[in-house]
């Protein structure tokens, strides 16, 4: 490891951090949407399958202070990544399997594991290797990199994957089943390959984390550990106002993720809008990556110049204008590939703009207190275990009202966010 003394340039991990920790959650709970889609599940199973596989990042505070105990915070995130990195070349074997469902399913639970302790050592380094001035100014950055992460496995991802399907492989993109499981073996691959090169990158350029006042030593020492890392995240003031905030802020955004992609690609029968896997993933890619860029810095730079306090709730209404967007897509279900392009370009930039007062809430004044560590793990995970359990019902609520009516659905569960944010306590002063 190199000296703690020596000075790292948050812009040469920042981005590729939060970039890889988007990666590993949009694989198990994005991708594995579309991909269970194409191998021939309903938007029932689909949504449900990949709404359980996002649990284990709602049970990081159970184990953060297990990962206090040795070493440093990089040295967890660079054996996660390392693991990561392994484990898909896995996915890639075992989707060669003909019953392959169980055992994917059990080391997508593992890799699940891996990948939220891979974001509470990350989150880790960040809150404790910058000071709030430079939280504030590199959340633009930190939420842009992990957004653009998510719409890299949107984009390139599960357009690599169509792509490989119809022109290398020359299967019909509108047929589902077994054929597409070589394409998205190659898609594991590729996706494996760059978290062992992140990791060697982070070697270098990433830095140690601070330690936590009187680390754990032992199992038994991590228990009384985390007993207090619950006790003093419950005795913090207003605290069930700010679980609230963590919890419903995007309660919306939880109905709205996994049916608005099986959305693009389901037929105009189904309600759809009837794009391929590399059409959607081109419009993600173009339109919505540059509309992200826009709306996340803007974001980062609107709290660090006027104070989170005072634009809370403005962007807690940026954060939901996509499902009114979402909403008219499927009333008109336009014909034009550039029409469908702008209401994802609208998506992308409102959820990048709004999405960063979600995460300095968590950091300025969530965090704050002896386990900063743990308890942004636990804003974190609430956060997480809404998108599971919204998630895991969202396919089965479609299924029933259809997409129109369940759009009107999703704006109507705006509400507790626009609550809760109106509500959301200050007791932490942003230096």
């Known amino acids: 490891m190199q000296p703690a003394t020596k000075i790292y340039n948050p812009l040469l991990w920042v981005p590729t951090g939060y970039f890889t920790m988007a990666l590993m959650l949009n694989l198990l709970t994005a991708a594995s949407v579309i991909m269970f889609s194409n191998l021939g599940m309903d938007n029932a199973e689909a949504t449900a399958y990949a709404g359980m596989l ?87 950055v930190q939420g842009l990199a992990w957004n653009m992460g998510k719409l890299v496995v949107l984009s390139v991802f599960i357009g690599l994957a169509g792509w490989l399907h119809q022109n290398v492989f020359n299967h019909d993109p509108k047929v589902s089943g077994d054929d597409w499981k070589i394409s998205w073996q190659i898609v594991f691959i590729v996706a494996g390959v760059w978290y062992l090169l992140i990791a060697a990158w982070h070697y270098k350029v990433m830095p140690d984390g601070a330690k936590a006042e009187n680390p754990p030593t032992n199992f038994s020492e991590a228990i009384v550990t985390l007993k207090d890392t619950f006790v003093t995240f419950f005795q913090k003031k207003d605290v069930w106002l700010m679980i609230g905030f963590a919890f419903l802020f995007r309660i919306s955004y939880g109905f709205l993720n996994s049916p608005s992609m099986l959305f693009m690609k389901d037929s105009l029968e189904a309600g759809g809008l009837a794009l391929s896997n590399q059409e959607m993933g081109f419009l993600y890619g173009t339109v919505g990556t540059g509309a992200q860029i826009v709306g996340a810095l803007l974001g980062g730079f609107i709290v660090a110049n006027r104070g989170l306090k005072n634009v809370l709730f403005k962007l807690c209404i940026a954060f939901n204008v996509p499902n009114i967007t979402f909403l008219f897509l499927a009333i008109y279900q336009p014909s034009s590939f550039w029409l469908i392009g702008l209401g994802i370009g609208l998506e992308q930039f409102f959820l990048g703009l709004g999405a960063t007062g979600f995460m300095i809430y968590l950091m300025q004044q969530l965090s704050p207190g002896k386990y900063r560590m743990a308890h942004y793990a636990f804003g974190t995970a609430l956060m997480q275990m809404c998108m599971n359990l919204t998630g895991m019902v969202s396919g089965t609520i479609e299924t029933s009202l259809g997409y129109t009516n369940y759009f009107i659905f999703v704006m109507i569960a705006t509400i507790p966010s626009f609550l809760i944010a109106w509500y959301a306590p200050f007791h932490q002063k942003a230096d």
Do not use: H
């Open 54 to 140: 996002g649990i284990a990042y709602s049970l990081k505070p159970g184990f953060a202070s297990f990962l206090e105990m040795y070493r440093t915070k990089k040295f967890f995130v660079l054996c996660c990544q390392v693991l990561i990195g392994l484990g898909l070349f896995g996915v890639a074997a075992i989707l060669q399997m003909p019953n392959y469902l169980f055992a994917l399913l059990i080391l997508f639970w593992v890799l699940s594991f891996l990948g939220s302790a891979q974001d509470i050592t990350t989150d880790g380094v960040y809150i404790t290797s910058l000071d709030p001035k430079r939280q504030a100014v590199f959340t633009g």
